[in-house]
Every structure is written in structure tokens, then in C-alpha cells.
């Protein structure tokens, strides 16, 4: 085994450790109110409906809660059909 | 006679718009069942992305050119960012559910009933980001076949 290879098991096995560690971290499903779990989660499950209006409560996150960060998806397939385009501009004649 | 072969086309003709209206239902219900503008849109250009398999680029690029498509994703980007600009002008923030409450459009607060005249500017949100992700993800696949066709036929 080169050195290359020990290296990268070595930064594999580290990779691995820390994400079965932050998994055990992680409050457990379907739980809420406990310490580990932020008021966030209960404040969105009690209010959605009165404050947006809509049932889908993932939808009213994505779109009016966290509505800068739909915005931002959105530049990101904008950038992406733009650099596209772009890119294969010159081979269509 | 581009294209594939006429099995691949029949059964492309016959579950064409079974696709199609399954990903405009998942847009059009983005506030009541799980989906939404992205999904939904996503759906629709895998439908559209099979017209392109089974017909080929060339075909499709007689009907409908990128440009169109650029200018339809752009549609639906101004009206994303212009319903978020209304918010700033009706209501009081950027992304403000300004119609909530009222009996214009969509004014109606959802109980729990399916009750698709609800949720404020959320719907039309969706309306636009579907129109978006329909026209960008179509435009790239069109784009990307239309050219890998002229490098074969060198």
C-alpha cells in the first residue's frame, strides 16, 4: 500500500467515525420538546396554518418562511440553463 | 425520419400526457400535497426530456427553439421575484404573504379541508417556479442533445 492510499483510508476512516458520531448526536425522530430539539420545529407544526393559509406545511417553509433561500435554488437553475446555453452556443451551427 | 423506433413512439404518444398532467397536478397542489413548483417542473421535463429521446433533437428543435424556452424561464424568474417585490409594496417585507386574509386571489386559510382557494401568494409562487423548471431543465436537454447530434453526424 503507496503512501497515497494510506492517506486516504486514513481521511476515510475519519470521514466515517465523525458522520456515525453526528448521527448518534442528532435528537431522536418524531420527538419534540426535549432539550436537544429546537422550538422552531413546534412553533412551525402550531402556526403554519394560520399564518400562511396552507396545508402543506413544507411548502409554506419553502416558499414564506425561507423564502430567500427558494430564491437563491432559483438563481442556481437560472445560472446553470445560462451557462449551458452559453457553453454549447457554438456547435449548433 | 429521425428519432427511434415506432413502438418507442407509440408508447411515448400514450404515456406523454398521463406525465404531463400528473406533474401540472403536483404544481398546481403545491400548498395542500407533498410537491411543489421544483418537483412538479421536474416531472414535466422528464416527460418532455422522453418526447426528445423518442422523437430526437432534430424534430424537437423544429417545434420549439431554446430561445423561447430561455424566455419562458426568464417569465417565470421575473414573476418569482416579482410576487416577492409585491410583498415589499402590499405588505410591510421581501416575501411577505400579503394575500392571506383578503378576498382577492387565493385568500381563503387552509383548515385541514383540501382546500385548494388558500395559502395566498404561495400558489402562484409555485405557478412560476414550475414554469421555470419546466423551461430551464427542458432548455438544457434540448440543448445538450441538438449539439452531441452534430458532432455525430461529422
Redesign the interface.
Known sequence: MSLRNSVAVIFFLLIAIFFVFSAFITHPFGEFNNENSPEMDQYIIDNT????????G???V???YR??D??G??TV??T??AG??IL?RR??K | MSGMSRIVKTVTNITFPLVLIYGLYVIAHGHLTPGGGFQGGAVVASGLAMILVAYGSVWTMKKINEKHLSALESLGALGFIGLAFLGLIFGTWFFNNYLVGNEILFGEIGRGAANIYTAGVIPLMNFAVGLKVIAGLFAIVLVMAYATRLKEGK
Do not use: H, M, P, R
Not at chain 1, 396554518?49 to 402543506?56: I, L, M, Y
Open positions: 396554518q394560520n399564518e400562511t393559509g396552507a396545508d402543506n413544507v411548502t409554506s419553502v416558499f414564506d423564502g430567500f427558494t430564491l435554488e432559483a437553475l437560472f446553470a440553463v449551458v446555453i454549447f456547435l449548433k
